[in-house]
């Protein structure tokens, strides 16, 4: 069945929802020239007819010459009206045709260049859902924004070679051939000129591309020191760190600054050795054809026609270098998306993709000791956030781990359902643009009931009543437009509306004052009554709201019990909850 393209509209047709495009295939990793090669067998059809555009063009650009030496020929010298207003007609018609060809070309050439740059898109954004959470501790979000807002385009640019890159490699041929029946010395000329230019601009293009590949990677480390201060300006003015940070900003950038000096030397001489020798190389043609037409070798309309070529092979000549530069540069980008795509997923799975176990099974974590029975909510408490985190994030299977859910090995789970009736939210949750009705549900399946009962759940009504349109205001990406505070308590109340089966919180409430810590404590308690719920904290107004509390100690479990059992009998207990708990070597706890 055809995929279909559009529905009529009242304008025409309307491009259809993201869910209808088509499949964009499996991308050749395997080389950059291979992964180009992918990106034009994806649209062979609409390559072939920019070629075809892109060949009539250029021929009917190296057309005229020939019928401006015929009309001179038959026609002026010869003293022929009939033949001369003949072969001046043709030459209208030609242009006319060359014109309408010329835009059928332009907008094929865009809608190649625009498949590719969509697919290419498509395919890194397909990958980043694969790689998960594991994305933003291997690529920082510059490094993901350059790719995605300039490398994606110069890439796409490639393809102008299957249109005019190929037209003008036609349209020399057409030249020499030409030239060759008039002089088979200019014929020579032409044909080995352009490896004599190729020898000389290919040490540059060298150079050129890896400074470019320097300069690349350069941009996008100070891409994302930028992206990492914006994010973080609030947190670097309350902690004084603005001017350490703009220290090293402007270290990077200068760094960045001087690269960018290098690939601009380098660029000039490029430029400047590619737009002089086309106009020697042609010189040299059209010194040689004057000297034929004083020795009567070519006649007067052979003479002109010469010159018209000679001019009108600036034109491939030009393309082909201009081809040469956009493939340098795009090549360039092409190895910074590849290394991004060729990222492989953590392995947490199987492959097995069992059903998973019953509702309120066990889940059980061999290597900590944590046990999570159903229907409860279980606290996680230790010294070292980062172990009670790690423990989080094996139960979640974000990390390989021999955890049981319901005696059944997580990681040989469908990796779809794991994800269905076990939600992880943390910190770094992602927040995405949109109303704030679509970042709490971005499903669409919520009532707006439910949607203030989850924000009152989570301390987050002053959220709605302090924006100016409620629901419906619009959140920046990543909440920029919100506060820490807001940011914390949206991505909880979000979590809250999800309502998981199991539902494993990461320092839910690190960043609210102790009132609305203890309010957020006691409704998520009651929200959450009867389903499993693991809370990541060491605040004694959660711990006490909590059913059962496991004690951590170098990321096992030491001790489990409900908060005033363990505040009685674990010394080292009472000293995490009151902020004084002991420390080893290197931040770690020490053993008990």
């Not at 220290?247 to 001489?269: C, I, N, P």
Request: charged fraction near 20%.
């Amino acid at each position: 069945m055809p995929v279909p393209t559009g529905v009529p509209g009242p304008w025409g047709t309307l491009p259809l929802p993201r869910s209808a495009l088509p499949p964009i295939g499996t991308p050749d990793l395997r080389g950059p020239f291979r992964f180009v090669w992918w990106l034009i067998a994806s649209q062979p059809w609409r390559v072939l007819r920019g070629t075809f555009y892109g060949t009539l063009w250029m021929v009917g650009l190296m057309t005229p010459p020939y019928l401006l030496s015929r009309a001179i020929d038959d026609g002026l010298r010869a003293e022929n009206v009939r033949a001369l207003l003949l072969w001046a007609g043709i030459t209208a018609v030609v242009a006319v045709v060359t014109a309408t060809v010329s835009i059928l070309r332009h907008r094929t050439m865009f809608l190649v260049r625009t498949d590719a740059a969509l697919r290419t898109m498509r395919a890194i954004t397909r990958h980043s859902t694969v790689l998960g959470s594991s994305l933003s501790r291997r690529v920082t979000s510059g490094e993901l924004s350059t790719v995605q807002a300039s490398d994606v385009l110069q890439i796409a640019h490639i393809l102008t070679l299957t249109g005019p890159g190929v037209g003008s490699i036609i349209g020399y041929v057409g030249v020499a051939v030409l030239l060759f029946t008039i002089s088979p010395l200019l014929a020579a000329i032409v044909v080995l000129g352009v490896p004599v230019l190729g020898l000389v601009i290919g040490p540059l293009m060298g150079r050129l591309h890896s400074r470019q590949a320097v300069y690349r990677e350069h941009q996008g480390r100070t891409t994302a020191l930028a992206a990492d201060i914006v994010s973080g300006l609030r947190v670097l003015c309350g902690i004084g760190g603005k001017t350490h940070f703009a220290r090293r900003y402007e270290e990077r950038s200068g760094e960045l600054l001087h690269q960018g000096y290098r690939v601009s030397e380098t660029t000039s001489w490029f430029q400047a050795v590619s737009a002089c020798l086309p106009v020697v190389f042609l010189g040299a043609v059209t010194w040689v054809a004057a000297r034929l037409a004083v020795t009567g070798q070519v006649t007067v309309g052979e003479t002109v026609a010469v010159y018209a070529y000679v001019a009108v092979l600036i034109l491939p000549v030009f393309f082909l270098v201009e081809m040469a530069d956009s493939v340098v540069q795009g090549l360039v980008c092409v190895r910074r998306a590849l290394a991004l795509l060729t990222l492989e997923p953590p392995r947490t799975g199987s492959g097995r993709d069992l059903p998973g176990p019953e509702e309120d099974s066990e889940l059980v974590e061999p290597r900590s000791g944590v046990t999570v029975p159903p229907g409860l909510t279980t606290a996680l408490a230790g010294a070292v956030p980062r172990q009670a985190a790690e423990v989080v994030d094996r139960l979640g299977r974000f990390t390989a781990s021999d955890t049981l859910w319901g005696g059944t090995g997580l990681r040989d789970l469908a990796l779809d359902e794991v994800r269905h009736r076990i939600l992880v939210s943390d910190n770094d949750s992602y927040l995405f643009a949109g109303s704030l009705r679509e970042v709490l549900d971005p499903h669409g399946t919520r009532t707006d009931t439910e949607i203030h009962s989850a924000l009152h759940v989570a301390g987050a009504d002053d959220v709605v009543t302090s924006m100016p349109d409620g629901l419906d205001s619009a959140v920046e990406p990543q909440g920029r437009n919100l506060s820490g505070g807001q940011r914390q308590r949206v991505r909880l109340a979000r979590a809250v509306l999800a309502d998981p089966e199991v539902l494993l919180l990461v320092e839910p409430t690190s960043a609210v004052d102790a009132h609305t810590e203890s309010t957020i404590a006691e409704r998520l308690h009651g929200a959450r009554a009867g389903r499993t719920t693991v809370i990541v904290s060491s605040s004694p107004l959660l711990l006490d709201r909590a059913d059962r509390v496991v004690l951590l100690v170098n990321g096992e479990a030491a001790a489990v019990g409900t908060h005033g059992e363990l505040l009685t009998e674990r010394p080292d207990y009472r000293a995490l909850v009151f902020r004084g708990a002991p420390n080893g070597e290197n931040g770690e706890e020490s053993p008990q």
